[in-house]
């Protein structure tokens, strides 16, 4: 598979009455056309932050300060305002993780998604409203033409996040970016919603960088994970080599922290705080959590290094492991 998106030494910052907050400390990934990469760690890791900026949605007091942003071997960057309109919701479609309050409360449901291919499939009202409701079959919403008709409040939760993943899919986009599409959701409803996503991104071609703080959630979605900490890149890797090979001791600490119902385990919580980022320590900034620090890891901040084909890690304590391991 070939690269869809590439983000390279991405770098993004927010002015604060405190200081300068460094929110993504030059980051690195990519995702390829087709797959389901996964985007973990803590809250405030910095996970949204690079969603957005891969959106060009970053606003004052933040500002991208660093790095590229690549999709289709294009330099979003470079591109207008009315360019990246062309893309952001075309091309790149976001699915919110608040979705009741991300859908305008005052237009019928079925209303806002026949209006997207009003506007960016140049469709008629009757071919708009003929494939605003094949979206929502689509997306399994029972009823269509009767939910067509309501409005945000009037559906549940889950209702409103499939309504969201049907506007979404409805420019065909490439990338589908889904920030933490479970919020709010019980377990039931959460584990149809991803089931849904993994098929629909299937059946349609599309990338998907699915965003969440929980492991779990990916653990049968994804085809890669890349986890983040405090703003920066630590891992990535394969989903089934990071949960039962994870090199970084972040990842190990968040794949035992994983409830099991197969078997009887002893949950044990990450010690520790995620350090300030208004005045981050030099080095890795998992430092003072872990137990394989050395007077090297407080200096230095470790580079990705190669593990195996597509398993990255940022540890030097994992280095010296292996090269004693021979």
């Not at 809250?43 to 970053?58: E, M, P, Q």
């Not at 599309?206 to 979605?221: K, M, Q, R, S």
Request: proline share 6%; charged share 25%; with cysteine.
């Amino acid at each position: 598979m070939s690269d869809l998106l590439e983000i390279a030494d991405l770098t993004v910052s927010f002015d604060s009455d405190a200081g300068e907050i460094q929110a993504v400390d030059h980051i690195s990934l990519t995702i390829r056309a087709g797959e389901v990469v996964g985007l973990v760690g803590e809250s405030g890791s910095g996970k949204s932050v690079t969603a957005f900026a891969i959106l060009r949605l970053i606003r004052r007091p933040g500002r991208v300060k660093s790095g590229t942003i690549r999709f289709n071997g294009v330099d979003l960057g470079t591109l207008s305002e009315e360019e990246m309109r062309q893309i952001r919701g075309a091309k790149i479609a976001l699915i919110s993780q608040s979705p009741r309050t991300a859908l305008n409360p005052v237009i019928t449901v079925g209303r806002q998604i026949a209006r997207l291919f009003e506007l960016h499939g140049g469709l008629s009202a009757r071919d708009a409203h003929r494939r605003m409701l094949e979206m929502l079959s689509l997306v399994r919403i029972p009823d269509p033409a009767k939910r067509a008709g309501q409005y945000a409040h009037q559906l549940s939760g889950g209702m409103c996040q499939r309504v969201m993943i049907a506007m979404a899919l409805a420019t065909s986009p490439q990338l589908l970016i889904a920030d933490e599409p479970t919020t709010g959701l019980d377990v039931s409803i959460a584990a149809r919603i991803l089931d849904l996503l993994r098929e629909l991104g299937a059946k349609t071609g599309a990338a998907i960088l699915l965003i969440t703080h929980d492991l779990g959630v990916v653990a049968e979605t994804a085809d890669r994970v890349v986890v983040m900490h405090a703003g920066q890149v630590v891992e990535s890797a394969p989903v089934r080599t990071l949960f039962h090979q994870p090199a970084h001791p972040y990842t190990r600490a968040l794949v035992r922290s994983i409830p099991r119902v197969d078997r009887t385990v002893t949950m044990e919580p990450i010690p520790g705080a995620v350090p300030s980022l208004l005045d981050p320590p030099p080095g890795c900034r998992y430092a003072e959590r872990c137990g394989w620090v050395s007077e090297r890891c407080r200096i230095a901040r470790p580079p990705l290094t190669r593990v195996v084909a597509d398993h990255e890690v940022a540890c030097y304590g994992f280095e010296e492991r292996r090269d004693a391991a021979g």
